[in-house]
Structure formats: structure tokens, C-alpha cells
């Protein structure tokens, strides 16, 4: 879709569904580049310096232990907040109390935050996939509401069929490092050639360890992509 028309529908949705702060809900301004109020805005941590593989906070010129130790198969990958006090409370009200009007709010802020998006010449975008009983669980997949607005805002192709979660893994928050890696392996499968010689742009909502992005790149990888890149909308910081 044209962006011009995009922005006026977008005006026109705001007006008839007011936007509200992605931290504490409070009604903005109608304003297409406003996504937190004035209270919380000073207490958001954008990342603004990165590694440049992993996207995870570090200061200028530091190493990235992360990356030191672990080889991804994944190209590169971009976040925009630090998961932490009220993003990582955004998120999880988004993710478990169905507050999904902050779905979009996350992909209009991938779309005019992550300049790379345009640099990594993206052929189709791809929500992380749920396993099926967890989607019958939850209702929705928070990954696929914010990677479908990135592909109506960016026009690039949408697919979240072809990646499949195979294996149900239990919540990883209590498995060490290398623990994530083990349980998250042959996780996902890719079900058809459509992802050959394509490069690949993952959406997930929270990158901790990268487990589970590289599990979903080595998939992918596998079935010939050319590349694959992430985003997401918060990560964890280096350990
Ligand atoms: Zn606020
Ligand atoms: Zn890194």
C-alpha cells in the first residue's frame, strides 16, 4: 500500500481508536510518531549503540561477549529496547493479557526505528511460530500480529505458514545457556521450497540467549534461504 494513503488511514483509525502510551496506557496525542506519554518516555532505554551480529546493548566499541561465545546462524539481528521495568511489562501485557493494539504500535516502530530493515534487501517476512498448542492456548501469536503490519508497512511478503514449530518446549526462563541451546534444537522444520534462495526477515517479540532465533535460522537455512535477519522488539542484556 502507498505510504501516503497508509498514513491517512492511519490518522483516521487513530482518531476513532485514540493510540495509548505502550508502557502505561495513557491516551497520546494524535500523533503518528508519539508511541509513550510524557511521564514515561525519560524512562525508556532505546538501544542506541549494538553489537552489530546480535543487536544487544553494548557500548561503543566493546566486544560483545555474547557473540564471542556463540557462533549464530542467523546473519544479523536489530532490537529496540533493553527487556527490562515497563518494556518488558508492555510486553507482557501484550503477550498475556491480549492487549493487542500494541502489536501494531511495535511494527510502525521497527518500520521508522530499524534504518537496517531497508540495508538487508528483505524478500519475505516470518513471525516466529508458536507450536500449535500453544496457540490454541493463547489465542493468537503476538510474533505474527507485529510481522504482519511490518509486511502491509514495508510491502514485503508475509508468510507464516512454511516455518513450523515442531517441538513444544517448555518456558526456557528457568535452562542455562547452554541448556536453551540443546532444548531448542530440530524445534522447527521448514514445510516447502518457498523460502529457497529468499532472505528472510524473523519478527519475535523478545530475544534473550538467541536460541530460539537460531533454531528458527538453522530451519531455514536448511531449506536454502538465502540469508536470514531478525528483529525484535526488546532483548536481553549481554551476560
Ligand atoms: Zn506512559
Ligand atoms: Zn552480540
Known amino acids: 500500500m502507498n505510504k501516503k494513503i497508509r498514513n491517512i488511514i492511519d490518522k483516521t483509525l487513530d482518531f476513532i481508536y485514540p493510540k495509548t502510551c505502550l508502557t502505561c496506557n495513557q491516551v497520546l496525542a494524535m500523533d503518528l510518531e508519539k508511541y509513550f506519554c510524557e511521564r514515561c518516555l525519560p524512562t525508556i532505554e532505546y538501544i542506541d549503540t549494538f553489537c552489530e551480529k546480535c543487536g ?38 501484550y503477550k498475556y493479557h491480549q492487549d493487542l493494539s500494541k502489536g501494531k504500535s511495535f511494527a510502525r516502530l521497527f518500520y521508522n526505528h530499524i534504518d537496517e530493515i531497508n540495508d538487508w534487501i528483505i524478500d519475505v517476512v516470518v513471525p516466529v511460530p508458536l507450536h500449535k498448542e500453544k496457540y490454541i492456548e493463547r489465542g493468537f501469536n503476538q510474533s505474527e500480529i507485529i510481522a504482519k ?56 517479540d523478545v530475544y534473550t540467549t538467541g536460541a530460539t532465533i537460531d533454531s528458527c535460522a538453522k530451519a531455514l537455512l536448511d531449506a536454502e534461504a538465502k540469508n536470514v535477519y531478525f528483529i525484535t522488539v526488546a532483548t536481553g542484556e549481554v551476560v
Open 149 to 204: 503490519e511490518l509486511s502491509c508497512l514495508s510491502n514485503f511478503d508475509y508468510n507464516n505458514k512454511s516455518l513450523v514449530r515442531v517441538k513444544n518446549t517448555d518456558s526456557q526462563k528457568s535452562l542455562k545457556r547452554a541448556d536453551r541451546f540443546q532444548n531448542m534444537q530440530e524445534s522447527f522444520f521448514v514445510s516447502d521450497n518457498t523460502f529457497k534462495d529468499k532472505t528472510v526477515l524473523l519478527v519475535d
Open 56 to 93: 544487544k546493548k553494548i557500548h561503543k566499541d566493546d566486544e560483545c561477549k555474547d557473540c564471542k561465545e556463540i557462533l549464530h546462524y542467523f546473519d544479523k539481528g536489530r532490537s529496540l529496547f533493553v527487556y527490562k521495568d515497563e518494556i518488558k511489562q508492555a510486553i507482557i501485557d
